[in-house]
């Protein structure tokens, strides 16, 4: 299906072909977008601190700040067991975790558990301070994509230097980005034109990139002024508008917001621990991804075979399809190649293979949007979990390892007729949409203040009660 269009979803933008990677993993299986249209935290009704947005947030969250990089290889997924007084996180990654990755998630528990704390103690807020830094660091391959990226959007842009009013000039200046501590920051007005001046005279300092010393501190800087100047979209868009009028602002905002995700994500998995004590006591778990799958020659038909194979084309020769024979001679090596498991895949045949583990919430996070296979396959899986949504694109280098060929044999047969489905869709005179390219991954939207207002007072309410109530167990033992 890959070979005919690997979209799936129709709408008027045009198919891109799929450009493969040695590594197993398509090199376009992580790309950037706006935020998830979904994601909005205040769409009907008000949070309560029993939401389960508020646990899909977190998850997501999770799997952003591990995807450090770009590419298929960097893909997170993660489900939760929640407990009473803590929470177990499964975390899965397409090509597996480093010794950077399990110090940074040390760093991460650290940093969790200290939310129920007094966080401008100086201790504190100096640690929050320190690991919003190395958060960046951490990102900083992505980081630097996104720095490249947001720059082109303004690249040759005529500049009108913004007229300062005195309202403007006395603008308070913001706290704390993670509010940890007193420090403040600048205006949102003056971080968009700082961070404008800085994409715009991108190629000037681009050199510096490729030294860790001299970029450390400008790439920390560039991303806290574009996790301010996100704070104020409304503003940002305006001083925009003014300052660089041929530019898209709406756009130049969106690639503003993927350049400030790591802020974005802390700040989302820092209010849910201050909501939710059990989310300060996170047992982070970390699984292996399983040995990618490799056919053998004589398991691979000729194109021509695996045409006839399928028993859709309603020639009587059988003719393959013209779109198809240029890769004719492609397909049997192609199909040789290493066929990896996603991450998704990974958590469900874990859950499969041992029900006692399954999460308690019924929701994959995950670093992107699942592809058409993975979101086939889960809806139906017994366990049906939800994920952040589906791009669409139908990724050739795709497997699934049970625990047991009988159970899933059902299931692999309802998928294949699924597809053959597809594929007749695609090759009918009637279905002649073109397809849209949707974005794989998106920055997540942060949590609404009023939302936050709410939640805040809801826990206190019901800390008052818990205090209450043991008060007056206490009198009832006395008497």
């Known amino acids: 299906m890959s070979y005919l269009d690997p979209y799936t979803i129709t709408t008027s933008d ?5 450009d493969h990677s040695p590594t197993g993993f398509d090199d376009n299986y992580d790309i950037e977008d706006d935020p998830d249209g979904d994601a909005s935290s205040l769409d009907a009704e008000p949070l309560t601190a029993s939401d389960d947005t508020l646990r899909e947030k977190f998850l997501d969250s999770i799997c952003e700040l591990l995807a450090h990089t770009k590419g298929g290889k960097y893909v997170t997924a993660a489900a939760l067991r929640e407990k009473e007084d803590s929470v177990e996180i499964d975390i899965v990654r397409n090509d597996g975790f480093s010794a950077n990755d399990e110090n940074y998630l040390s760093q991460l528990t650290k940093f969790l558990a200290i939310q129920g704390d007094d966080r401008s103690r100086p201790d504190s807020a100096e640690f929050c301070r320190s690991f919003l830094g190395d958060t960046i660091d951490y990102s900083e391959s992505r980081v630097d994509y996104c720095i490249q990226d947001a720059a082109k959007v303004v690249k040759g842009m005529s500049y009108r230097p913004p007229d300062f009013h005195p309202r ?3 603008a308070p200046q913001l706290n704390c980005l993670l ?3 007193s420090q403040k920051h600048a205006p949102c007005s003056n971080s968009a034109t700082n961070l404008l001046l800085d994409l715009l005279n991108f190629e000037i300092w681009q050199p510096a990139i490729v030294k860790p010393t001299g970029m450390k501190d400008r790439r920390r800087e560039i991303v806290e002024r574009a996790a301010t100047a996100i704070g104020s979209p409304e503003g940002t868009l305006q001083d925009l508008s003014r300052t660089v009028p041929s530019a ?6 969106k690639k503003w917001r993927m350049l400030a995700r790591p802020i974005s994500n802390l700040r989302t998995i820092c209010q849910i621990a201050q909501l939710l004590p059990n989310f300060r006591s996170i047992n982070f778990i970390l699984l292996p991804p399983p040995a990618p799958v490799t056919l053998c020659s004589n398991q691979v038909p000729s194109l021509q075979k695996a045409w006839e194979q399928l028993n859709i084309s309603e020639s009587p020769s059988k003719e393959i399809p013209g ?3 240029k890769r004719r001679n492609r397909f049997k090596n192609e199909c040789l190649r290493m066929l990896p498991s996603h991450s998704e895949m990974q958590l469900l045949m874990r859950y499969e293979a041992e029900p006692s583990l399954a999460p308690t919430l019924s929701y994959f996070g995950c670093s992107k949007k699942a592809c058409y296979l993975c979101s086939i396959f889960l809806s139906i899986s017994p366990l049906k979990p939800k994920v952040r949504g589906r791009h669409g694109m139908c990724h050739p280098l795709w497997a699934v390892q049970p625990y047991s060929w009988e159970v899933m044999r059902l299931r692999l047969n309802e998928l294949r007729e699924m597809l053959k489905q597809q594929i007749r869709n695609l090759i009918s005179s009637e279905s002649r949409s073109p397809k849209v390219h949707v974005k794989q991954s998106s920055a997540r939207s942060e949590l609404k203040s009023a939302d936050m207002i709410e939640l ?8 008052r009660l818990d205090r209450d109530n043991m008060e007056l167990r206490q009198r009832m033992q006395i008497l």
């Open 323 to 325: 779109v198809l024979i």
């Open 179 to 181: 509010g940890c501590c």
């Open 248 to 253: 898209d602002p709406f756009l130049t905002l």
């Open 14 to 18: 045009e198919p891109q072909q799929l």
């Open 456 to 463: 805040r007072r809801q826990t206190l309410n019901r800390e």
């Open 168 to 170: 403007e000039q006395q």
